[in-house]
């Protein structure tokens, strides 16, 4: 197979990358970009561990081919924060108590900055609906919920 | 054993810019080749091998067919529409009924996930597939050799099956207007069975009604035997009971729990439907 | 009880939230070493075969590195060596000729990218005989079965398998006939519980680093660093001081990391033959094959009297724990345990069996039966409740174990007296914050949709400690020094799958030192420069683990009074510590006398510059007790009677954990344990397929029934309260709290749908399905 070139913005960053058709984003993050904050939890697209933003659109990396994002702007979790200073969402999440083991964490958060950006102020149904394509399994969602609402609140204050 | 890893298969993969080199490629390779257009499905079954191909044409990058028009009193839908796209549409606002069977779709593969995937996949469970067919949507299938229009209908034959020809590419949904004061409705009962129903009646009595359901059957259909013992007749307990039996009728007979809830699931769709008809 | 803590009791930040918020915490899954291979496992297609021939010669022309049975050590061991020798049941080998589950290693390949060695593993050929499989235990035990072990070792000796039982556990008390005869009602009851997966987020993985001295060092998914060392270096013969497992983040397990993951010992292997690091991270598939919760079908006769008392108890276990024993019979000492504690038994007869079949090896998962002893003795003690008039509560408080009673505990080798005991407040404050007196009758309700209310009740030992050396190990370790700037070091091999034990345990230890909690961090720790710790697991890490950092803090805390002494002139007892947020160091003082007060950091400072040595010290410590922590939980579900839906609406959990030490973790804890309770229930199930012995949903997530958030009640409606309790011989009052936050929940639900719809329904999962046909059996409204 033969490689290509794509050009695409990694948290603000240009780059450059040759990239197999077959190869798929989720895997060039981690394994050529050391971007290790995505991570893999099913491969099928049912736990939304592998969770980016693709021209600030939430999309599951283990199913998007890498070659289709040539010319795209990506944020993973490691492009939040800006300056040292954490993105309201994660600050959110640590004051919460919205994290124990970490792993789904990635995941949600950029979800979370997705469903924020498009609507300011869900409701515990909506955030609920939100999270249908992630997996948790330490939590019981109950603080990613308070977590994500309390977000909301410091973002429309800002 | 699989591996969801990675994508052990391998292929020549094609990035057209535009409908006819996408359907110049499906000419050329046909069966050996897959249209790629969200991958929340086709990258699954490659993933778990069950189709290897030996072509991949991403048609993402087509603009022609990501845009919503009118055609008419048609609303023409790209085949490359996502779900989200679709969800904040205007033209779609007088469609309740679409958006309310694709509102529980996660939120990332509303954002992947296309309308022309959507019916191309073809599974019975498919989101979009009810409301169209209830909406009597039609479809364009574009190839080398022309192109036409057919009902959707037409093109779920099967489980994860369609009518369309290796060379022919789904490039747009037409949706005709809803006649006025029509009540519309949508029913689910998760992955299990799910019901759409468009119903216009003069006073007690049913002008015309459209029944599709999905879930655990055999593929997507609308229900043209319930649909023809409500046309005409009183709405009541006595129609309503044998339409249900038409729609059990589509049912396997020994699937006994999703006969139960769709006795209790459909008369509660077409109430709906029936309540908000003028 | 807790105000006059400065740290303890008060919510604090976790350390790892931030690392873990903004995606640089790292797993296994994430470290990369210059140079490493992949690894990719070759597993059974078949549930039962021999391989009659291996050929891996293509692969290695490919130029990937190749192991099978042949190439790596060949003694058999069990991966979990949590009980004595004596109690360790060996079945497993590194890679095996004799496949006993789909998804079996037999051969493993590491190449230079996955993808590679994913082709590599394509190109060996093997050749099966395929053999008789069994999948139902009650069938397994029937003469004339195939057999998957014929034999094991136990501790060094060959003992025989018959009819393919792994082990069998028989305790009696008292006299169960005289009991039945004596009592006033007598019931019967079946219940099955779920092969439920541990749905863990991260996948089983290793990397291994083969060592210019023969030896390795490892990164993998575990909750026992220690353990893995020692079974790494009895296998392939390695020195321990040459094995080097480090502690890494771990993300999420549940119990299926207590045991040494089957991947460990083969990426040793590969690492070894290749003479480079190898990473093997599995599949989401792989994983589901690889470890399940214990199911079991249990059979429980009671008798009571008329006001409610229990008189006798006769229950009969049979687990089907799949093709490996890895601890069956600990899991049935444990599981009579579990009942007899839960109620006075004065007559009791146990007879617990763990049967073999060809499918995945079941392991613990957080309660080790518990749940499944709680589900079905708690929802017939509801029944007795109901069948005599009597309020539930009522007969709860007549017969649960609690304050000054004796109590077993992790199983029969192990009493002791229980010193604190909230059940009663729980009970009392839990009933009217649900509205306990109006749950109804389910005679009495009407509709499609309706509403019930259940209680259950629920603990756990904090640990598995005892007063005299038992069938487990139990005993923690760490090492705690002061730093030259006054921070402080914790060295506790002690992990942490997420739930928070060593943050609450780095409270204890800035607690007990009296510096600001911001002085304290847990230093990178590996078995070379730990001493051991058993595990995480058993609900221990609070009670255990930060047992023991209190009693390190403690000698530190006397080493450094000393050293301050030496500097103020004040005796060290005399000298307090105050942490001191502005100065963010903990001060030295003596109460009531002017001018003697030094920060911590200048003694340390002092005490190098004058070559003192270091403020250190290291310890362990095995708690002499095992002190049950308590829930009860109240919770109103909706059934639709038509669909045969249940949905959790509200619920009202009451915890006695004594102290607790970490307000916002704890709750957290409860939460995750209250949802993983509900999909128990509600959901989760693996089924294999009768002629493949394949999972019916071949290992996909997506065929694989779990809840989600949106089938969670809002936060709102989720309460959680503690009891005023204190256990005395926790470090500063507290017992755990992890375990006993789930057991009770599976009980609770099938409480909560009788008083809904009038019917026990004791086969989990309770499925809409099973609710529907109960419905139909009872003849409907």
Known sequence: MEERKIRVKINGRDCELSVKPNELLLNVLRNKLGLCGTKYGCGTGDCGACTVLVNNEPKLSCLTLAVTVDGAEITTIEGLATDGKLHPIQDAFVKNGAIQCGFCIPGIIIMAKALLDENPHPTDEEIKEALKGHLCRCTGYINIIKAIKAASMAMSKA | MVNTRILVNEFEYFEPKTVAEAVDLLARFGKEAKVLAGGTNLLVDMKLEKVSPKYLIYIGKIPELRSITRAGSDVIIGANVTFFEMMKAAELKDYPLLREAIESVQLEIKRMGTIGGNICNAAPTASAAPPLLALEAKVKLVSKRGSRVIPLEEVFVGDRQTSLAPDELLTEIHIPALDGGCGTAFGEIKRKI????????????????????????????????????????????????SACEAVLAEIDPENWYVREIAQYLFPKVLQEAWERAR | M????????????????????????KFTCDVVIPGMLYGRILRSKYPHARIKRIDTSKAEAMGAICITFEDVPKAKYNERIVSVPSATFKDRTVLTNKPLHVGEAIAAVAAETEEKAEKALRLIEVEYEPLEPVFDPIAAMKPGKPSLHDSIILQDKVVEIKNNIAAKVEISEGDVEKGFREADIVIEGTARTSRVYHTQLETKSAVVVPEPNGGVTIWTTTQTIHNCRILIGEIFGIPLNKVNVKKISLGGS???????????????????????PVKMCTT???????????????????????????VAGEMEVIVDIGAHNIQAYPLLGCTAGWLVSLYKMPNLKFVGKAVYT???????????GNPQVNFIAQTMMNEVAEKLGLDP????????????DVFWGQGPTVRSVIRSCGVEELIKKGAEMIGWKNRGRPQDKKGDIVRGIGMARGFHTSSAGGPMAGEAVDFSGAMIKINEDGTVDVIAPLQDMGGGALEAGLKIVAETLGVPLDCVELAPTDTCNSVYDVCLHATRGVYAGGGTLKKVAEQVRQKLLEFASRILGVYPHALKIRPDENLKQGVIYAEGISGKEITVKEVAATARNKNWGTIAAVDSLR???????????????????????????????????????????????????????????????????????????KGFLSGY???????????????????????????????????????????VVANAIYNAIGVWIREMPITPEKVLKALKEKGGN
């Open chain 3, 284 to 310: 989401r598939e792989e994983d589901m094959y690889d470890h399940c919760r214990y199911p079991m079908i249990l059979k429980y006769k009671l008798g009571a009297k008329k006001d409610g008392r229990l």
């Open chain 3, 705 to 747: 029934n779990i809840l989600k958030a949106e089938d969670m009640p809002n936060p709102d409606d989720i309460q959680v309260f503690f009891a005023n309790t204190y256990e005395e011989t926790g470090p500063f009052g507290a017992k755990g709290i992890g375990e006993a936050a789930i057991n009770p929940v599976p009980a």
């Open chain 3, 358 to 368: 060809n499918k995945a090896p079941a392991c613990a998962m957080q309660g080790f």
């Open chain 2, 194 to 241: 799910k019901f759409a129903a468009v119903v216009s009646r003069q006073g007690d009595t049913c002008k015309r009604c459209r029944i599709a359901m999905g879930g655990d059957v055999e593929r997507p259909i609308r229900v043209r035997n319930a649909e023809s013992l409500l046309e005409g007749n009183r709405v009541d307990e006595n129609t309503v009971r």
């Open chain 3, 2 to 25: 807790a105000t006059q803590y400065h740290t303890v009791g008060k919510p604090s930040i976790r350390k790892d939230a931030i690392p873990k918020a903004t995606g640089q915490e």
């Open chain 3, 623 to 697: 708690q002499g007790q095992c002190p049950p922590a308590y829930t009860v939980y109240f919770v109103e579900v909706e059934v639709n009677k038509r669909t045969g839906e249940v949905k959790p609406v509200r619920a009202v959990i009451g915890a006695d954990c004594g102290t607790v030490i970490d307000p916002i973790y704890a709750v957290a804890q409860i939460h995750g344990s209250f949802y993983r309770g509900l999909s128990y229930v509600l959901c989760e199930d693996t089924k294999y397929k009768r002629r493949t012995g394949e999972l019916t949903n």
């Open chain 3, 393 to 404: 509560i009522e007969v709860e408080l007549k017969n649960y174990v609690g304050l000054g």
């Open chain 3, 254 to 276: 549940f119990g299926s990391s207590i045991q040494m993951n089957s991947v460990l010992p083969i990426t040793v292997a590969l690492a070894l033959k290749a003479k480079r």
